[in-house]
């Protein structure tokens, strides 16, 4: 299935929910420290209810170490300066979907890594700054998703 990638996430709660996003539709969570709360944030629990158990997720101490683990495959960094639409994209199982920390998006070195297949963004109304990262990962992969027939998912 398709990997989340949080680049230091900052908010307990968008990476609550982002653990339950994971836990529902199979996807892989993977987190890149240094992250912005503990595990034992009341928040955090609050988010992701009982999915917690239910999600595969993993913790990385570097981005270095995340690619190690995750590579090969094809990486897309989720940037409001990008200029592909995200629809616009053939996913494939495998695949990672990467977003940076709620403050500040991902950095322009981390955009523009030679593991970085591509950078995409989801269009927004002109003007506007930003959406939640965790809706933007759950509008990510529940259309790498949808591409997929929303296979091993009950319809």
């Keep these: 299935m398709f990997k989340i990638l949080f680049y230091t996430p900052e908010i307990p709660g968008n ?27 009341k928040n955090l629990k609050r988010a992701g209810l009982d999915y917690h158990d239910l999600a595969v997720m993993t913790v990385y101490e ?11 495959a094809r990486v897309f ?13 053939a996913y494939e199982p495998g695949d990672v979907l990467m ?5 500040v998006g ?3 070195d981390v955009q523009n890594a030679p593991e970085i297949f591509e950078r995409v963004k989801i269009p927004m109304v002109e003007g506007r700054r930003s959406l939640n990262l965790a809706n933007s990962a759950s509008i990510a992969v529940f259309e ?8 091993g998912g009950k319809i």
Excluded: C
Aim: hydrophobic share 45%.
């Design 99 to 103: 977003f940076g920390p709620e403050s």
């Design 62 to 72: 570097t981005l270095e170490d995340a690619w190690e683990a995750l590579l090969p």
């Design 77 to 89: 960094a989720f940037t409001t300066t990008a200029s592909r639409n995200f629809a616009d994209i």
């Design 15 to 41: 990476t609550g929910n982002a653990i339950r996003l994971a836990a529902i539709t199979g996807a892989e969570l993977h987190l890149v420290k240094p992250l912005g709360f503990n595990f034992e944030d």
């Design 106 to 108: 991902l950095p322009r």
């Design 144 to 151: 790498a998703w949808r591409q997929h027939g929303f296979e």
